[in-house]
């Protein structure tokens, strides 16, 4: 190595000469901790790159950066160039296993700290591609991993990501694990070990494929999953859970897989027996509802199914502060499609009761406003469900600190939602919910003129109560609230008045707002 570099380096700084043949002293000194500062602000992987090739004390800072976050994204078919129309390489020349090979070759793996592998995979190059061998370097500082590729965990990749084992291996590091497409039948991809032995893990999110549920198989075992957690007596101390398409025998609770106490935010979604299902599946149940214990630090539900064990939940938790109940998007009359075996004692109905029960729609609410009124900050309900004004006046007595709130409503009740304008202090977005299954709110909605829409927001949102509003959604129709100006009056020629300034939006300006982007069924 150069004697200056050396010298650099030891005096914790970089420099370079005013003059190479005058033998002048070295200008700029460059501290080591700055060079750092500046490095962090890079996080374009272009920039990194260049960095690197600056020179080796550069490359030397800028490395781990560099590869802090991998992204291997594959393709299902030949790519060319657009510049020269050359192949830009395919099978084992493809940039995806040319990427894969520097992951092996070089010894960088250690500096990834997220690793995600996606795009599509074509199965006849499996063969091909298990030719590579294993990753030899080991991820000790792996945080998060993804794997979104469109075919079955290649133990060519799984199996370094640690140390070489047939199951997936613990990562000591591990902090957010989601694992998609999980079918027992066609993949038999054991994650046991890998839940077992991550101590740090904090985050967990299990997609099962759609296939099991819709055919009515309960060929899933949690046990296979995570009966290596429950042998150790040593449950996952998880913060967050989300669980899609799980379709399971209803045997044991979570709570000998979970550790109640640090969950503060629980998804479910297409995998209860709850409303929407037919009576057969009362014995295909979630273990997560099914706890002896509270959760005492529980801050965010979401959901799409209403069911007596999601009222226990409400009822035996406090301090809710997000809830996110989300309805069927497709209209009854296109439902009922179902594969599940039928029961005859079920008469087609749910065991739980009906989604347009009106009683179950009352004691849920009741369970919200009495448990977790003081501290609700968001709240979503079923837009199947059409809250009476008594309904509406609750929720907004008994929750002072909304934020954010969606219901279905109707027309005349809508007309009413103005009065209690004075109690929503807090509340930055209010949508009113079209029902998919047939209603006339939308119809009534669209039978307005916008500008008379906004004329008649303009008005109420205006007073000190309803400054902090911006966003109302009326069925399809998404409104933005401005600063409030004085106005011509509409009702009143020749006069003025404060009106708060109205103008329509479409829906992508509010896709990253919370009452809107949890209105999903993706996890």
């Excluded at 989300?242 to 503060?264: H, Q, R, V, W």
């Excluded at 300006?509 to 999903?520: E, F, N, R, T, Y």
């Amino acid at each position: 190595m150069d004697p200056h570099m050396l010298a650099n380096l030891s005096n914790g700084s970089i420099c370079s000469p005013r003059n190479k043949t005058s033998g002048e002293g070295w200008l700029l000194p460059l501290p080591l901790n700055l060079i750092a500062l500046i490095i962090s602000h890079l996080e374009a992987p272009a920039d990194l790159a260049r960095t690197c090739r600056t020179c080796r004390v550069f490359y030397y800072m800028t490395l781990p950066q560099l590869y802090a976050n991998v992204t291997l994204k594959s393709y299902d078919c030949i790519r060319y160039s657009p510049e020269h129309g050359r192949v830009e390489g395919s099978g084992m020349g493809s940039p995806f296993v040319m990427g894969l090979n520097g992951l092996v070759l070089r010894n960088v793996a250690a500096y990834v700290k997220k690793l995600s592998i996606v795009g599509e995979w074509r199965e006849h190059d499996l063969e091909e591609f298990s030719k590579k061998g294993l990753l030899k370097q080991s991820f000790v500082g792996l945080l998060a991993s993804s794997w979104e590729l469109s075919t079955k965990m290649l133990p060519t990749v799984w199996q370094g990501l640690e140390h070489s084992q047939i199951r997936i291996p613990p990562m000591a590091s591990l902090v957010s694990l989601r694992v998609l497409d999980i079918d027992p039948l066609c993949y038999v991809d054991d994650i046991s070990l890998l839940l077992a032995g991550s101590k740090t893990l904090r985050n967990l999110t299990l997609v099962w494929s759609p296939r099991m549920r819709e055919v009515g198989e309960p060929s899933v075992n949690l046990e296979s999953i995570f009966g290596r957690c429950r042998a150790k007596d040593q449950s996952l101390k998880l913060k967050t859970v989300a669980i899609k398409n799980l379709f399971a025998y209803d045997t044991n609770s979570c709570e000998s897989y979970f550790d109640p106490s640090g969950i503060e935010e629980v998804t479910e979604i297409n995998s209860t027996a709850g409303l929407g299902d037919h009576g057969a599946a009362v014995f295909i149940n979630s273990p997560f509802r099914k706890m002896s214990r509270p959760l005492p630090h529980l801050k965010s539900v979401r959901g799409d199914r209403v069911s007596k064990e999601f009222l226990v939940l409400l009822e035996t938790t406090r301090g809710i502060e997000k809830l996110y109940i989300i309805g069927d998007k497709k209209a009854d009359k296109d439902k009922g499609s179902s594969i599940l075996p039928r029961s005859p004692a079920s008469n087609g109905s749910s065991p739980s009761g009906d989604l347009h029960s009106e009683n179950l729609r009352d004691d849920t609410i009741e369970a919200i406003t009495q448990n977790h009124g003081h501290t609700l900050r968001h709240l979503l309900l079923p837009p199947q469900w059409r809250l009476t004004s008594d309904n509406i006046a609750l929720i907004v007595r008994s929750c002072p600190n909304l934020e954010q709130i969606g219901f279905g409503t109707e027309f005349d009740r809508f007309m009413s939602l103005k009065l209690l304008m004075p109690f929503l202090t807090k509340v930055t977005a209010i949508r009113l919910l079209d029902n998919p299954g047939g209603s006339d709110f939308r119809d009534k909605m669209h039978e307005v003129d916008d500008g008379r829409h906004e004329e008649q927001m303009g008005g109420p949102t205006s007073a000190r109560a309803g400054q902090k509003i911006r966003w109302i959604e009326l069925a399809d129709l998404l409104f933005e609230m401005g600063k409030t100006e004085l106005m011509d009056d509409p009702e009143n020629p020749g006069k003025m008045r404060y009106r708060r300034r109205v103008w329509k939006q479409n829906r992508e300006a509010v896709k990253d707002i919370a009452i809107w982007k949890m209105d999903s069924l993706d996890v």
